[in-house]
Each structure stands twice: as C-alpha cells, then as structure tokens.
C-alpha cells in the first residue's frame, strides 16, 4: 500500500517540478510563457507553485508522523490482550503503569517530529525567501509576495491521484483516482525549533 503512496505523492512532485521548470530557455512552452508573463509574473508563479509543493510536503510528512503514531497506540493498546508476562501479570497495576509511560514516550515522540517538520517548512520558506530576493534583485523592483500556505491547502482538497497498485504490478490502464485525503493531512500548526530556525534574508 506505500508503495502507490509514496509514488503518487512522488509524481506530484514531479509535475510539480516541471511546472516549476518551465521557464528553461531550451523550452518551448517556457518561451511561449515569457511572451504573456513578464518577470514580475514570472515570480509570482513561482510562488504560487512553492505554495503548493511545501505544502504538499508538510501534509504528506503530518500523514506519515500521524500514521506511525497510530500504529504504537495500537500496538500499546494490544499488550493487554497477548499472553501475560512471566514478568508482569497482564492485569496487573505494574503493566498498567508501562502502557500509561509507553503511551508518554509515543506521544513525545509525535510533539518532537511534529515540532521537526513544522522547523523544516519555516526553513524552506526562508531558504525561498533569499532565492526569491536575488530574482526581485535581477527584476530591479520589490514584488508582492504570493506565498500563501493556506491557499495551497484549500487548492490540495481538490487534488487526486492516480493509484494503478505497486509499482511492480503497476497497470497504467486500470489507475483509479484516490482522494489526496488518503494520503495528506492537514494538520494544526506547531511551533518550530527556535534554536534551529535559520534566520530569514534581510
């Protein structure tokens, strides 16, 4: 089943870079763009494309922290109904207590990287922010940001992808779309790493 996933959202970033990369001087379609989109417009569709690939990033890595994380409730949950320990009865007081500090250890772990992946899109955002401040510079004017996160999340419920099954028995006749749902989660904002925030181009 992560095979057609990880795929999916793989191809997503494909077509993603492509769209991004449409401006190449070798191509005809970046020509043809050039021709009805001036450089200021060119930036803002860099932006909007941004959007859309970090956040699909941000969802796709939420979908995967919340799905391990799930799967240790389970299988914490689940100790009570294998076999007792020779160690620890099964119902015992002592059992109870390793569960409720199992649980703990999961939940931090799921703070933690939740905390990690919200740091890494502050990152990528201001690593963006110095790429883009160098093209405002070769424009010779300020241009209005279309950086908008949000937006990209609204634009991604509409999205689907196209499972054919793993790759190794992929069938391209019989894909079938996939809610993006299956796969992303939108999940509420963290609060970064303060000490591993990089600092944004001035």
Do not use: H
Request: glycine share 6%; proline share 4%.
């Amino acid at each position: 089943m992560k095979c057609w996933q990880v795929a999916g959202v793989g191809a997503l970033f494909v077509c993603l870079g492509v769209a991004c990369n449409g401006g190449d001087d070798s191509s005809d379609v970046g020509n043809r763009l050039r021709k009805y989109c001036d450089p200021v417009c060119q930036i803002q569709s860099q932006d909007t494309a941004f959007s859309l690939l970090l956040e699909t990033y941000r969802q796709f890595q939420s979908y995967q922290i919340e799905a391990d994380y799930e799967n240790r409730q389970r299988a914490i949950a689940g100790i009570r109904d294998e076999d007792g320990s020779l160690v620890i009865a099964s119902n015992s007081k002592g059992q109870q207590t390793m569960r409720s500090f199992m649980l703990a250890l999961a939940r931090r772990e799921y703070d933690l990287r939740m905390e990690k992946l919200s740091t890494e899109v502050v990152n990528f955002r201001s690593a963006y922010g110095c790429v883009r401040k160098m093209d405002e510079d070769e424009v010779g004017e300020d241009v209005s940001s279309r950086v908008d996160m949000r937006a990209a999340a609204d634009q991604l419920k509409n999205f689907v992808i196209l499972s054919s099954g793993p790759l190794a028995r992929a069938d391209l006749r019989s894909a079938k779309p996939v809610p993006a749902s299956a796969v992303l989660v939108d999940a509420p904002p963290v609060e970064p790493n303060a000490q591993d925030v990089i600092d944004p181009c001035q």
